[in-house]
């Protein structure tokens, strides 16, 4: 089984509807991270958890929210879907190593349209 | 600044080729490592390598290697005798230590390999 999950992998919405991306993780990482790739413009940060209390903004967090429900589980909304979200949208972990040694793992990825 | 710049937008080689993606970063930290991860075309990230800024030892893993040049702020990924299989999106990253930072990962815009028959 894969150590990071994304549910679901693809999703075709609508503008203007809530829409949930689901991560899950089992390999006991601390820190979870969402990121969206635009063809192009490589990855960016939408959000990033360093502990189930912990909730940081990225570098594009607009019109997204998250959730950490558990040390294993990281959601990612979008409370009202619009076309320019469309994009592909990764889950990430990693163990707390500091200084900048954290290996980030990442999940296979969930294919977002919203039309 | 942070910053990662991977100047090859794409490379196309024949199979058994040998290829080199070219990475080059900025930082004003001492202390930070730097990732190579493919991304084949199937959409997953997949990672390959982390060095730290200590390091300056070339790393090789079986086809893969990897030049690491503080003097030129490079960590260069060659492919050796390069197959099909290897085509894929290639990403390099950098990892400051600076506090402010939080750590997270600067990426580069990425290379297209593209490898033919």
């Known amino acids: 089984d894969a150590d990071v999950t994304q549910t679901p992998r693809n999703r075709i919405t609508k503008t203007g509807k809530r829409i949930m991306l689901e991560c899950s993780q089992t390999k006991g990482h601390d820190r979870m991270y969402w990121y969206r790739q635009d063809p192009g413009l490589g990855l960016r940060l939408i959000y990033y958890s360093f502990d189930v209390k912990d909730i940081n903004k990225g570098e594009i967090s607009d019109g997204y929210s998250v959730s950490r429900q558990a040390q294993a589980k990281f959601s990612l909304s979008l409370e009202s879907a619009i076309p320019n979200q469309t994009a592909l949208y990764f889950c990430a972990t990693s163990d707390l190593q500091g200084n900048g040694a954290d290996t980030q793992y990442f999940g296979p990825g969930t294919r977002l349209t919203v039309l | 600044a942070q910053k990662v710049t991977q100047a090859q937008t794409e490379i196309s080689v024949v199979e058994k080729e040998d290829v080199t993606l070219d990475c080059v970063y900025e930082t004003r930290d001492t202390t930070y490592y730097l990732f190579w991860y493919k991304q084949p075309p199937s959409g997953e990230l997949v990672f390959l390598i982390r060095?730290?800024?200590?390091d300056e030892q070339n790393e090789i893993s079986g086809r893969y290697s990897w030049n690491f040049q503080k003097s030129t702020s490079s960590f260069n990924f060659t492919i050796t005798a390069s197959q099909v299989v290897d085509s894929a999106v290639y990403f390099c990253?950098?990892?400051?230590?600076?506090?402010?930072?939080?750590?997270?990962?600067?990426w580069g815009a990425g290379t297209k390999l593209i490898i033919k028959p």
């Open positions: 060095r730290n800024s200590f």
């Open positions: 990253a950098l990892s400051p230590s600076f506090m402010d930072s939080n750590y997270q990962l600067i």
